[in-house]
């Protein structure tokens, strides 16, 4: 038996913190996706009845949030401490440096993760700041919630703020850079937890790019989607 | 060599080489030239070659590490134009054809670059940190006696064929080198997983995979971040599905009982 501080602090075992709190985290960006998809409607209540729900439940959501910054923190300050290493490892660097390919899964993305990463952790508080902490039902963006009675209008601040063309393009960005961690970090956490096999790595590895490009195209059409107010364009030209 | 052959298959190169005096000296690179190299000779019988012509103007050869010169000792390994032996897959650098180059060509040769394998002089570097992260583990432990039955442990092919792809590692060091991050993870799962397969590295398993991680990480290599540019640079194709089951292997041993160190009395 490894003493557990051991392990943790271990090349491996900083891995393991990293892998398990990246894969939380990444199922939570599932579910935040899948509440998103109200967004696509041009009418805001069932965005705005979600979003009161998830409200409702009072003490488990804050549980909810107090844990998933406790996955940020654990994932970030892990990534800083693995990165810090890897800077020593190599004082001198090559005058010349180039991938033999083959089965490698060096890519942009891949090399660079701390980028990435660091750029949503940016974006994390600037996101949680402009909407949770943005203006509420004092300011005024109040709509009606049946059962709820008057409900904050979220629906209202989220397409106010996605009609600048600023905002838009930056979250379009950032959710591409997203895609860009999604891709390597899918195949990269469960080898990171040696849940890989030779058999499936070629297929958890396409999975894994599959995934990262739903996520990102489900996020940054969002904003896109508001801003050309692309349900009634759409749906219109259905009609 | 006649003249003909070499008029016929000889080349002309520029080699930029890394020159450095001792481990803690400043080392730049130094321009050579390369004339009449045979297509015929591998990359360390060239350098013999140039080395040759620097002996003879009264200078200071080109020092590089090799022994066997037929791809098994794992002595040899420069990066040669930023990759570990160069860009043929599964060479070594003794393996390695000057065929591979054309006439004209510029070659960058460089050492083995990471903090855990200070550099010796030039090309060669200390690549004892790989030695040392065997010690502390990577062998099995027998009584020694009479000598045993051939076949009394009887192991499944597909994993002696498995722990044989892993036993491949010739330990040069190019996996270390071609890591982004300077990481001997490939070295070392390669290294576990070969004993780790095998009923008779079972017993010591837990105890094997602390002990090589340990050490690894007090050598100062970085961190595997699954890039698998280790594998593309390995002259014996070792796969990164090993790191995977060295994963596996910590992770058992972080919750099995772990047989206490050979010598203080048993189990
Ligand atoms: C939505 C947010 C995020 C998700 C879903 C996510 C997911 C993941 C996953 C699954 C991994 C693979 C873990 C492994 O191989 O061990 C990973 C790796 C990584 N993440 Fe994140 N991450 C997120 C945010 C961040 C943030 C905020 C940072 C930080 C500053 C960050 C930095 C990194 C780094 C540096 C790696 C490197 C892994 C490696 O190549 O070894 N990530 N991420
Ligand atoms: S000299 Fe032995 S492997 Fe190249």
Known sequence: MIPLRKALSSSVGKKFIMAFSGLCLGGFIVVHLLGNLALYRADGAAFNLYAATLESFGKFIIAAELGLIALFLLHAISAMLLKLNHWGARPERYSVVKSKGGESKST???????????????????????????????????????????????????????????????????????????????????????????????????????????????????????????????????? | ????????????????????????????????????????????????????DIIKSGKRPIEFDSDCREGICGCCGVVINGQPHGPDRATATCQLHMRTFKDGDTIVIEPLRAKAFPIIKDLVVDRGALDRVMSAGGFVS????????????????????????????????????????????????????????????KPEAARRVTGMVEQMDKEGFGNCTNIGECRAACPKEVSIDFIAKMKREYFKAM?????????????
């Not at chain 2, 008029?7 to 130094?30: A, C």
Request: hydrophobic share 50%; glycine share 10%; charged share 10%.
């Open chain 2, 142 to 201: 027998v009584k020694t006696g009479p000598h045993a039955d051939a076949n009394a442990i009887l192991i499944p092919k597909p994993i002696a064929d498995l722990a044989m792809d892993a036993a491949a590692c010739i330990g040069c060091g190019a996996c270390v080198a071609a890591c982004p991050n300077a990481s001997a993870a490939l070295f070392t799962s390669a290294k576990i997983s070969q004993l780790a397969l095998l009923p008779q590295g």
């Open chain 2, 1 to 52: 060599m006649s003249n003909t052959s070499q008029s016929r298959h000889s080349m002309h190169l520029t080699l930029l080489v890394w020159r450095q005096e001792g481990p803690h000296k400043p080392g730049s690179l130094e321009k050579f030239t390369a004339k009449n190299v045979s297509e015929d000779m591998s990359f360390l019988e060239m350098l013999d070659f140039v080395n040759e």
């Open chain 1, 108 to 239: 942009l993305a891949s090399r660079n993760m701390i980028i990435s990463g660091g750029v949503i952790f940016a974006f994390v508080i600037l996101h949680v700041w402009s909407f949770k902490y943005g203006p509420g039902i004092t300011e005024g963006y109040t709509a009606a919630g049946g059962a709820h009675g008057e409900i904050r209008d979220l629906h209202r601040l989220v397409v106010e703020s996605f009609h600048n063309p600023l905002i838009v393009s930056a979250y379009v960005f950032v959710m591409l850079l997203l895609g860009g961690h999604l891709w390597h970090a899918f195949w990269s956490g469960l080898q990171s937890f040696g849940l890989t096999n030779p058999r499936y790595t070629k297929g958890l590895y396409c999975l894994g790019s599959m995934f990262a490009v739903v996520l990102s195209v489900g996020f940054l059409m969002i904003p896109i989607w508001i801003f050309f107010d692309l349900s009634t364009v759409l749906l219109g030209a259905i009609k």
């Open chain 2, 255 to 267: 919750f099995a009982p772990m047989e206490s160190a050979a010598g203080d009395g048993g189990a």
